[in-house]
């Protein structure tokens, strides 16, 4: 289901396809900085190979003059927590949100 939606009937983007459409909204020179900078986080990361099957998944994807590293984390599921933490306690923070005014 995270890789392969559509085998369930599901008509959505798996894993590798929707990295690769993240990368391509970016600025073209950042493509190669954000395939070598892919990281694992959540409790799904902790499946067995979840990370040997990204990267088959996305290697045929990506332009092949570009290099694809995926980092995983120690504890993925507190990973997350801590992403966020950081990026609450962050001065730009404010200017990200969102309110009703």
């Given amino acids: 289901m995270i890789f392969h939606p559509a085998d369930l009937g599901m008509n959505q983007a798996g ?18 900085l954000l395939y070598q900078s892919i990281i694992l986080t959540g409790g799904s990361t902790l499946f067995p190979r979840f990370a040997e099957r990204l990267e088959m998944e996305l290697r045929p994807l990506v332009p092949d003059v570009y290099q694809v590293k995926i ?10 927590w801590r992403g966020g933490s950081l990026l609450a306690s962050s001065p730009d923070f404010k200017a990200m949100c969102v309110t009703k005014s």
């Fill in 15 to 32: 894993l590798a396809e929707c990295i690769v459409r993240a990368v391509n909204s970016c600025h073209p020179l950042l493509h190669p």
């Fill in 71 to 80: 980092a995983t984390q120690e504890d993925p599921i507190l990973g997350v």
